[in-house]
């Protein structure tokens, strides 16, 4: 995170979204940990002299007059990806040059040279990298594993690797906003400190992160913050403590094309430069500023979102009485592609009275604009983390950005949101994909003043639409009956009519009607209404809500004849539908009004048909004058217990009629409506239903909720058993299945005499059961023989039978302690586990500790185990921190640690570069040691030249100048005959044994190598054993010098030698072979 986040909770990071990527404070989203810049040590003043030692021209810092876009786009440079990507593998092993030269032979300008630098880098995945032995010395392969040991960093290597393709480019030194940021908190200059790169392009100044393009850390935890809310999905609170606690998270490998070339205006949201040159702005920011800007990452450039006039620019922000937004701007193209999510964090220590946090937060697009609305319940200090991916581009959401919101005072009365899709609010991607364009409301918030809203599609193809209304005080099957929606002529209606005021959530779903299967959320409304008159009437009953055609009207073959749509308006109050349907199908109507029982329209159908053709007649005649429903059900005669809906209307009658011969159960009667919700269980395999035998010419309906199903033969069974009806199904599909029973009429008439709800978990072997009936909705308590209906359940239990508890008071105490210990002990092996996993050296040894005070036997060895790997952990970071400061003691020390560690072996490779650096400081140590055993005779000798061979002079002289003194001050040989005649601390001998290496300027060493090249070790022995001695010395010190440059990112054949006053104190300089390029 840094989350990273995966939606799966994309922060990062990563997140473990994507990763998942969150923000850096958070376990979501994606971060980049730049602590390896910051163990190497490249101090900002040194590095600004690296910078300026090199002979490469370096062309003051400007802001671009281009943006990326205008310079690159990746499809015109995938012959260089392509060509990086089958790099030889051999290359890893040869020196630098030739590494260079085929990545950047055959490039065509300066972009893509540096494309094929960078691309080479971030496509190695460092920290996965594994060798069972040490790569040659001075390799790209032997740097990389020294990056991968926090003995190097990415911004060295790609400095180095562009100065050998003569590309200007610098380090650049400064903070930014990795892993070690907190949102909201003081920028810490030494935990965010890092570095990255600029590089001179085509005329241009570029910035360049090649570590964050190549890494990001997944799972990054902080007990700071507690998760409440993903996505309107509530977070539980019943979480062990041993999981609050931070986590630095892992890092993985993955290129992110954001960090090449980023433009400055977007990468100063993250990265802030010592020098603000380097911002490349016209307008630098203040390190303030950059502390306090917007949390934004780079899927909030990648998206094109933009700050709006009324966006919140600083990461910290207040709510009013309760309640913010948070504005966006969204990019004019392909802004229906992309995907938001969230999650909502809490300050830890604080709590939730009052209720939960789920369902506060609501999200919706309108054109351009996009909107996070949140009330808050409760007063406390929130972090909002907004993921984000086009789903045409990216594979996972990531971190756009992140808010801390201060809440100093809940907002009176609110309530939580009716609902919180998973696509959340509005037409977005999944309306388009569903060939539905909305003409009415592209707005996820509609508010309405009298409670009723239309809503209008146009259609690119013939859809099945479903909808559902839901509420928080409301039951959904009482609210169904407040929507519906028909297909016509190429456009959708979605039709509502609140029953009161309050908010409502308006899910619609939609596919292909030819499509079989679930049918998915393609859009969803939050409808608002405040207005307390507000008292509309439901529609009368309509199958699914969807008036016109049904699904099941074109596989089983029925075509209406005379009203192809779904609304019908009658004057007289008659109507006649007429259908074809092929031999074997016959059709059935069920009437409904909204103040009528469905019994009450037995005598006002009457069926004619099928004739000769196949046609049929169904001739309404209705009571008065109303809305009403009429549901045509078709049923196969060689499946009789089961019915399907083919076809529905909304018929407005205009007309009271006294002859019509309507039954008076309920007539004028309105049941009062239910607001509560009914029990629902989940049921595996069979499921049979008994009903008394009073019932007669029963049939069923069942449907999986929010599917197009396909016709299924036997799938529904009805049977006698003694005195009752059995009505068996069969759902071996998970899901929501709908099971409608009803009786019928010798006219056709169809009476609805329940609903049960089945939720279906599929089994191998599934035992029969029993669900629970649920009223048919809207109706009153009605005295009849529904009541009767009942519900068996005939299905094995998994749970043991109980058994009665005879303990003493004393002993029940006895056992509550005795599972309390064990819980704890649980949950030390638990923590001792996750430490162990994490390998963070500080986790494990806290999780050691508590386990250790506990007292716990350590009977399944985790203890020994995590105390093993806690040394190795050790032992590796003190060969890594002993291998950077190089004294011979300290790396002896370490590899001696870390060989007693060694118990699983995975140091091998580690102990033997210790080892080779070792060696190589012994050496030097041993360099030093022979000049301290030199006798003073045989410095008096060398001394006592009058007029020395000049491989004395020069081989002297360049000593001096390592030990600190000019070219000036030894270019005559009397002033170096007078330095060695000096005692004490201004002694040679002493000057050697204080020596420092690390203090040594590398254009002052290869100033010194080149005045010594004329002569090799045995012509200076010739002449002069002595002097051959600090010959060998001053060769090893420059040596060293040369490797400790290029091992912290330098490259030697950009640096000068020092002159004096930029001449030669010993005549013309000898043209010096090439230096040796790579890193030691």
């Known amino acids: 995170m840094g989350s990273g986040a995966s939606t799966n909770n994309k922060t990062a990071v990563r997140p473990k979204p994507s990763e998942t990527n969150g923000p850096s404070s958070s376990n979501s989203g994606i971060e980049n940990d730049d602590k390896a810049a910051r163990i190497n040590g490249a101090d900002t003043e040194n590095q600004k002299e690296e910078n300026e030692k090199v002979s490469v021209k370096i062309p003051p810092p400007c802001p671009p007059v281009t943006r990326k876009v205008q310079v690159f786009t990746k499809v015109l440079f995938k012959d260089v990806d392509k060509k990086v990507l089958k790099a030889p593998k051999d290359l890893m092993v040869k020196p630098f040059p030739e590494l260079i030269q085929y990545l950047t032979e055959g490039a065509s300008n300066d972009v893509a040279k540096v494309r094929a630098i960078f691309q080479w880098i971030a496509s190695i995945d460092i920290h996965g990298m594994g060798m069972d032995s040490l790569p040659p010395q001075k390799t790209p392969l032997e740097y990389l594993l020294k990056i991968k040991w926090n003995m190097g960093n990415h911004a060295h290597l790609f400095f180095s ?8 480019c610098v380090i650049v030194n400064g903070i930014n906003k990795s892993a070690a940021y907190e949102i909201g908190r003081p920028v810490d200059k030494r935990r965010m400190a890092a570095q990255w790169n600029a590089v001179y392009v085509d005329g241009e100044w570029r910035l360049m992160d090649v570590f964050w393009a190549s890494s990001c850390v997944v799972g990054r935890t902080s007990k700071e913050w507690t998760l409440l809310d993903i996505d309107g999905k509530i977070v539980s609170d019943d979480r062990d403590d041993y999981e609050e606690g931070d986590e630095e998270g892992e890092t993985h490998h993955r290129i992110n094309e954001f960090y090449f070339m980023p433009d400055p205006d977007q990468f100063i949201f993250t990265h802030f430069p010592n020098d603000q040159k380097w911002q490349l702005l016209e307008k630098p920011l203040t390190v303030d500023e950059f502390g306090q800007s917007m949390y934004a990452r780079e899927m909030f450039w990648n998206l094109g979102l933009k700050l709006a006039p009324n966006s919140l620019k600083t990461c ?9 937004d948070i504005p966006f701007e969204l990019p004019a193209l392909d802004a229906i592609n992309v995907k938001f999510r969230y999650m909502l964090y809490r300050k830890a220590g604080g709590s939730v009275a009052g209720g939960q946090m789920d369902r506060f937060v609501f999200y919706t697009r309108q054109g351009k604009t996009l909107n996070y609305n949140i009330r808050f319940p409760v007063a406390g200090t929130f972090r909002l983390d907004i993921f984000g991916q086009d789903i045409t581009k990216h594979d996972s959401l990531d971190l756009c950005c992140a808010y801390v919101i201060e809440c100093p005072e809940p907002k009176r009365n609110v309530e939580p949101l009716p609902d919180n899709p998973v696509i959340g609010w509005g037409p977005g991607a999944e309306t388009e994909d569903a060939g539905m364009t909305p003409l009415t409301h592209d707005c996820g918030l509609v508010e309405t003043e009298d409670g009723c809203v239309e809503m209008k599609f146009r259609l690119k193809k013939d859809v099945s639409l479903l909808q559902s209304l839901l509420s928080n005080k409301m039951d959904e099957k009482v609210l169904e009956n407040f929507v519906i929606s028909r297909v016509e002529n190429g456009e959708a209606f979605v039709t509502v009519r609140l029953p009161k005021k309050g908010e409502y959530a308006l899910k619609l779903f939609a596919n292909d009607r030819n499509d079989e299967g679930d049918i998915p959320n393609v859009c969803n409304y939050l409808i608002r209404c405040l207005n307390d008159k507000v008292k509309n009437e439901p529609y009368p009953h309509v199958h699914n809500g969807a008036l016109g055609k049904g699904n099941f009207a074109s596989k089983l073959g029925v075509v209406p004849l005379n009203y192809p749509g779904g609304l019908i308006e009658t004057d007289d109050g008659q109507c006649t539908l007429q259908f074809r349907a092929p031999k074997g199908v016959e059709l059935f109507c069920e009437i409904h009004s909204a103040g009528l029982d469905d019994s009450a329209f037995e005598n006002c159908l009457r069926k004619t048909g099928p004739n000769a053709g196949g046609e049929t007649s169904l001739e309404i005649t209705l009571p008065k004058a109303g809305e009403y429903s009429a549901s045509i059900y ?3 005669t060689e499946d009789p217990d089961r019915i399907y809906n083919v076809h529905n209307y909304l018929i407005i009658s205009k007309a009271d009629r006294s002859d019509a011969d309507v039954s008076n159960k309920g007539l004028n009667e309105k049941p009062e409506m239910p607001d509560v919700d009914k029990p629902k269980v989940t049921h595996k395999g069979t499921v049979e239903i008994r009903l008394p035998k009073s019932f007669e010419n029963l049939m069923a309906e069942l449907q999986k909720k929010n599917s197009n199903d396909p016709v299924k033969t036997q799938q529904v069974t009805l049977r006698e058993d003694g005195g009752e009806y059995i009505v068996r199904i069969e759902v071996p599909d998970e899901g929501e299945y ?11 008439a169809l009476s609805n005499l329940g609903t049960y709800t089945v939720y279906s978990e599929p089994m191998a072997s599934a035992p029969v059961i029993v669900v629970s ?15 009767e209906l009942e519900s068996r359940i ?4 998994e749970e043991p039978p109980p058994v009665t508890n005879q303990m003493s008071a004393e002993e029940k105490k006895k056992l509550e302690e005795e599972k309390k210990l064990a819980e704890k002990r649980r949950m030390l092996n638990s923590k001792l586990k996750l430490a162990m996993e994490s390998k963070d050296p500080n986790e ?3 999780a050691i500790k508590e386990f250790e005070d506990s007292g716990f036997p350590d009977n399944k060895n985790n203890l020994e185990k995590a105390k093993k790997m806690l040394m190795l952990l050790k032992a590796k970071s003190d060969l890594v921190t002993a291998m950077s400061v190089r004294e011979v003691d300290v790396l002896e020390r370490a590899i001696e640690a870390g060989e007693a560690a060694n118990y699983n072996k995975s140091l091998n490779l580690e102990l033997a570069y210790a080892k080779r650096v070792l060696e190589h400081l012994r050496h030097i140590e041993k360099l030093r040691h022979d000049i301290l055993n030199l006798d003073q005779k045989t410095i008096a000798e060398i001394r006592s030249y009058s007029n020395p061979p000049d491989a004395v002079h020069q081989v002297m002289a360049a000593s001096y100048l390592l030990l600190g003194l000019t070219e000036d001050q030894v270019k005559e040989w009397r002033s170096v005959q007078a330095f060695m005649g000096k005692t004490g601390r201004e002694s040679l001998k002493r000057k050697v044994s204080q020596f420092n290496v690390e203090k040594l300027a590398v254009d002052v060493a290869l100033r010194a190598k080149e005045i010594m090249a004329r002569f090799s070790k045995e ?6 054993a002595g002097a051959a001695t600090f010959y060998v010395w001053a060769q090893g010190m420059i040596a060293e010098c040369e490797s400790r440059f290029t091992e912290s990112g330098g490259d030697l054949s950009t640096v000068r030698p020092k002159t004096a006053r930029g001449k030669s104190a010993f005549g013309e300089r000898k043209p010096k072979d090439q230096p040796t390029q790579g890193w030691a």
Do not use: W
Not at 794 to 797: C, F, H, L, V
């Open 161 to 168: 690797l562009c100065r050998l393709a003569q590309l200007p």
């Open 316 to 324: 910290m922000v207040k709510s009013n009485n309760g309640e913010i």
């Open 634 to 636: 078709a049923r196969r």
């Open 738 to 748: 709908l099971l409608t029973l009803f009786e019928h009429t010798e006219s056709g």
């Open 773 to 787: 009936q649920e009223d048919k909705p809207g109706y009153g308590e009605q005295s009849s023989d529904k009541d």
């Open 794 to 797: 005939s299905e094995q239990s």
């Open 844 to 846: 494990l040894a806290v």
């Open 1019 to 1024: 012509e200076v022995h010739d002449v002069s």
